[in-house]
C-alpha cells in the first residue's frame, strides 16, 4: 500500500482540479471613487538595502501565493497542504475519538442501568416493578390530630 502511494504522490501534485485553477480573476479597470487618488499598484514597494548594496526583496513580491511555510514557492504550497491536511485530519480524528470517549453526560447511561438492575432485583423478589407509592407508607410518620396547632 505505501509502496502505492510513494508511486501515486509525484504524479498526484501535476494533477490540476480545473482549466482555471491557477488563474487570477483581478479586475484591472480603475473605480470611479477613486480618480485623483493614486493606486495601491502604482505604489513603490519599499526596498530596504544592506551595506554590501543588496536589496532586499519582500517574499510576497517574489511569490504572490506565500503562505509562509518556505521561500521556494513549490516547498511552500506543498508544506502548506501537508500542514493542513494533517492539522485538520488531527483535529477531527483525535477529536472526534475524544468525544467519543467523554464520560456520559447527564449519566443517562448509569441510570438506564440502575433502572435494568433495580427491575431485575424487584423481578427476583416477586414485587411489582412500578409501585403506586414513590415512598413505603408504612414507613412514613404522620403527626397526630392533637399536635396541629
Partial sequence: MASRLVRILPAWSRVRLGSVAGA???SQTPSPGAAGSPAVSGLSPVEHSDD???VEVSVYEKNRDFHG???DPQVDVWNMKV????GISV???IGGTFVHYLPDHGMRQWARREAERLIKER????VA???GNYYDPSKIILPSAG???
Wanted: charged share 30%; hydrophobic share 50%; aromatic share 20%.
Fill in 24 to 26: 487570477r480573476f483581478v
Fill in 129 to 131: 416493578v412500578l409501585d
Fill in 83 to 86: 500542514a493542513f491536511f494533517f
Fill in 69 to 71: 511555510f518556505h521561500k
Fill in 91 to 93: 483535529a477531527i480524528v
Fill in 123 to 126: 423481578e427476583a423478589k416477586g
Fill in 147 to 149: 399536635d396541629e396547632e
Fill in 52 to 54: 554590501h548594496g543588496h
